[in-house]
């Protein structure tokens, strides 16, 4: 191109020269010859300097332009986004290398087509693809605006790309159409992970919302920071209470050490802990929680510490009776054999001293502590006769208040004795009749006026006794104005052998206990240091026949 414009330009000079220096030479005197040819020389120059000019101008804009192309093209194609230019009727002018392999294009095949007619060109797969960039593409125009949308792109293996495409509409002055430049990045792996992430979030909600075991979250300071709503059914607090509160808040004082110890071991170890430790409820008494810390680690670093706590309360008072019941039946079996071994010899020592009582008058007072010592032994005998294996029991209809009357007739001699009030009050208007065993219960309310008259203090003691009914449940209550007991030995209450009167055998409340079971009824005990103590018996009324009182 170079050389024809050489030769052109050559040929065209040397036909000029000539011929003006023959029409200057045909049409002017000798006089102004000279002069002629040298403006026609100065305009020849002017001429050629003024052409040469505009076309070294037209191809430095030219090499710029194409330099500047070529900075743009390797630009594009060094991106790892999809980019598109278009033009205003949405021809595709330039794109980068990921959008043709995006759509399986080639360099040669996109330029001055439309995405309907690259979805017709390419595999008919991405025909779908072309028509909704399409429709995005003019809704773009439509609003004026840069829009940010995501499109999916099916692949031929099945897959799904994802893009986070924005578009940029320009326009001429007049407001008319000039362009529409396309930038997409892939966000399928990010969508992906997000996915993942969703999921494992909605696990660890699950999880901590509809856990049964309370889970509670801390700082390191072991201040609250999140409760899941178990908290509130485990420990009668709602999650709001306790946020930003320390954990110690919800333990009792004496535990406070102990807690700060297995934080500061969590803190420093890195290390999960389990134990077991009483929790003040909101609502009642305390509650045992089998728990255990874990350290809470974002990004390699200990944020926080997480605890689960499961309420083993129940489970530990089950696992309490099973041990009583088990040292009942083993008490029991060996009571069997040891009392019908010491029944036998003991009628025969009581013969022996009735005997002599009657023959030896001159030692008849120590005979009369030999005989009491003896009956206190038989007493011990048919107690323990009571733990052995239970036999058949024939329940009656029996009226409750009767046989409290009839025991407490019976004892009312010995309260005297001691100058000790036994008072019996009943609010009910009719009687309660329950099926039960009388003598059985005559028994339990005998150990249990009697151990109200011991611990009752002598010339001023006065024993309360009620009987009230709550719904289907017979309730009587025996109070007494002693010493009290302390919280730890009302926790021992019941246990074989276990007393703290100096001469018991802790047979009665054993025995006691055992009626009440037998019944399916229950019983507590209550008591304050020096103020005095309050049994409540509850036995259901399974056959109720009302009669009015006379």
Same mark, same amino acid.
């Given at each position: 191109?170079?050389?024809?414009?050489?030769?052109?330009?050559?040929?065209?000079?040397?036909?000029?020269?000539?011929?003006?220096?023959?029409?200057?030479?045909?049409?002017?005197?000798?006089?102004?010859?000279?002069?002629?040819?040298?403006?026609?020389?100065?305009?020849?120059?002017?001429?050629?300097?003024?052409?040469?000019?505009?076309?070294?101008?037209?191809?430095?804009?030219?090499?710029?332009?194409?330099?500047?192309?070529?900075?743009?093209?390797?630009?594009?194609?060094?991106?790892?986004?999809?980019?598109?230019?278009?033009?205003?009727?949405?021809?595709?002018?330039?794109?980068?290398?990921?959008?043709?392999?995006?759509?399986?294009?080639?360099?040669?095949?996109?330029?001055?087509?439309?995405?309907?007619?690259?979805?017709?060109?390419?595999?008919?797969?991405?025909?779908?693809?072309?028509?909704?960039?399409?429709?995005?593409?003019?809704?773009?125009?439509?609003?004026?605006?840069?829009?940010?949308?995501?499109?999916?792109?099916?692949?031929?293996?099945?897959?799904?790309?994802?893009?986070?495409?924005?578009?940029?509409?320009?326009?001429?002055?007049?407001?008319?159409?000039?362009?529409?430049?396309?930038?997409?990045?892939?966000?399928?792996?990010?969508?992906?992970?997000?996915?993942?992430?969703?999921?494992?979030? &909605?696990? !660890?909600?699950?999880?901590?919302? !509809?856990?049964?075991?309370?889970?509670?979250?801390?700082?390191?300071?072991?201040?609250?920071?999140?409760?899941?709503?178990?908290?509130?059914?485990?420990?009668?607090?709602?999650?709001?209470?306790?946020?930003?509160?320390?954990?110690?808040?919800?333990?009792?004082?004496?535990?406070?050490?102990?807690?700060?110890?297995?934080?500061?071991?969590?803190?420093?170890?890195?290390?999960?802990?389990?134990?077991?430790?009483?929790?003040?409820?909101?609502?009642?008494?305390?509650?045992?929680?089998?728990?255990?810390?874990?350290?809470?680690?974002?990004?390699?670093?200990?944020?926080?510490?997480?605890?689960?706590?499961?309420?083993?309360?129940?489970?530990?008072?089950?696992?309490? &009776?099973?041990?009583?019941?088990?040292?009942?039946?083993?008490?029991?079996?060996?009571?069997?054999?040891?009392?019908?071994?010491?029944?036998?010899?003991?009628?025969?020592?009581?013969?022996?001293?009735?005997?002599?009582?009657?023959?030896?008058?001159?030692?008849?007072? !120590?005979?009369?502590?030999?005989?009491?010592?003896?009956?206190?032994?038989?007493?011990?005998?048919?107690?323990?006769?009571?733990?052995?294996?239970?036999?058949?029991?024939?329940?009656? &209809?029996?009226?409750?208040?009767?046989?409290?009357?009839?025991?407490?007739?019976?004892?009312?001699?010995?309260?005297?004795?001691?100058?000790?009030?036994?008072?019996?009050?009943?609010?009910?208007?009719? &009687?309660?009749?329950?099926?039960?065993?009388?003598?059985?219960?005559?028994?339990?309310?005998?150990?249990?006026?009697?151990?109200?008259?011991?611990?009752?203090?002598?010339?001023?003691?006065?024993?309360?006794?009620?009987?009230?009914?709550?719904?289907?449940?017979?309730?009587?209550?025996?109070?007494?104005?002693?010493?009290?007991?302390?919280?730890?030995?009302?926790?021992?209450?019941?246990?074989?052998?276990?007393?703290?009167?100096?001469?018991?055998?802790?047979?009665?409340?054993?025995?006691?206990?055992?009626?009440?079971?037998?019944?399916?009824?229950?019983?507590?005990?209550?008591?304050?240091?020096?103020?005095?103590?309050?049994?409540?018996?509850?036995?259901?009324?399974?056959?109720?026949?009302?009669?009015?009182?006379?």
């Amino acid at each position: 191109m170079k050389t024809k414009f050489l030769i052109f330009f050559f040929l065209g000079s040397i036909i000029w020269v000539i011929s003006t220096n023959l029409l200057i030479r045909e049409f002017h005197t000798s006089s102004n010859l000279i002069s002629m040819i040298h403006i026609k020389e100065i305009l020849y120059i002017s001429f050629t300097t003024c052409l040469f000019y505009y076309f070294i101008k037209r191809i430095e804009e030219l090499n710029t332009s194409k330099e500047d192309k070529e900075r743009l093209s390797t630009l594009i194609n060094a991106m790892v986004d999809f980019v598109n230019f278009k033009d205003e009727k949405g021809r595709w002018i330039e794109a980068n290398k990921v959008a043709l392999e995006l759509f399986n294009l080639e360099e040669d095949q996109y330029r001055g087509k439309t995405d309907i007619e690259l979805g017709d060109q390419a595999r008919s797969f991405y025909k779908n693809s072309f028509a909704h960039c399409m429709i995005s593409d003019e809704e773009t125009w439509d609003s004026g605006k840069i829009a940010r949308i995501e499109e999916n792109i099916l692949q031929p293996d099945g897959t799904k790309k994802i893009f986070d495409t924005i578009k940029v509409p320009l326009f001429h002055e007049d407001r008319s159409r000039k362009g529409l430049v396309i930038i997409g990045r892939d966000i399928s792996e990010k969508k992906r992970l997000d996915e993942l992430l969703q999921e494992s979030q &909605q696990q !660890y909600k699950s999880l901590f919302l !509809y856990s049964q075991d309370m889970i509670v979250m801390m700082d390191l300071s072991g201040r609250i920071t999140q409760a899941n709503p178990q908290f509130k059914e485990i420990t009668g607090y709602q999650p709001e209470e306790v946020l930003q509160q320390p954990i110690t808040h919800l333990f009792p004082k004496d535990l406070h050490d102990e807690l700060f110890k297995s934080l500061e071991h969590i803190r420093q170890t890195n290390q999960h802990i389990q134990c077991e430790m009483a929790m003040n409820h909101k609502n009642g008494p305390q509650i045992i929680l089998e728990c255990t810390a874990v350290p809470m680690i974002i990004n390699n670093k200990q944020a926080g510490i997480i605890c689960y706590g499961k309420d083993v309360t129940k489970l530990r008072l089950a696992e309490e &009776q099973l041990r009583k019941t088990e040292k009942l039946s083993v008490v029991g079996e060996l009571s069997a054999s040891v009392a019908h071994e010491i029944r036998n010899p003991l009628t025969s020592l009581k013969g022996f001293v009735q005997v002599l009582t009657t023959e030896d008058s001159k030692h008849e007072f !120590y005979y009369r502590i030999m005989e009491e010592e003896l009956d206190r032994i038989n007493h011990i005998v048919s107690e323990l006769l009571l733990l052995a294996k239970p036999q058949e029991i024939k329940f009656i &209809q029996a009226d409750i208040y009767e046989l409290l009357h009839n025991v407490i007739s019976l004892l009312k001699t010995e309260a005297s004795l001691h100058n000790i009030q036994i008072q019996l009050k009943s609010y009910l208007r009719t &009687q309660i009749s329950i099926l039960c065993e009388p003598n059985q219960l005559k028994q339990l309310f005998i150990n249990l006026i009697k151990n109200a008259i011991e611990a009752s203090t002598d010339g001023d003691g006065e024993i309360m006794i009620s009987l009230e009914k709550e719904e289907d449940t017979a309730i009587i209550k025996i109070s007494d104005n002693g010493d009290g007991m302390s919280p730890e030995l009302l926790t021992k209450l019941g246990e074989p052998f276990y007393s703290s009167k100096e001469k018991g055998t802790g047979l009665g409340l054993t025995v006691s206990n055992k009626i009440v079971q037998s019944h399916n009824g229950s019983i507590h005990f209550s008591s304050i240091l020096h103020e005095g103590t309050t049994v409540t018996v509850k036995l259901p009324i399974q056959i109720a026949s009302r009669v009015p009182v006379g």
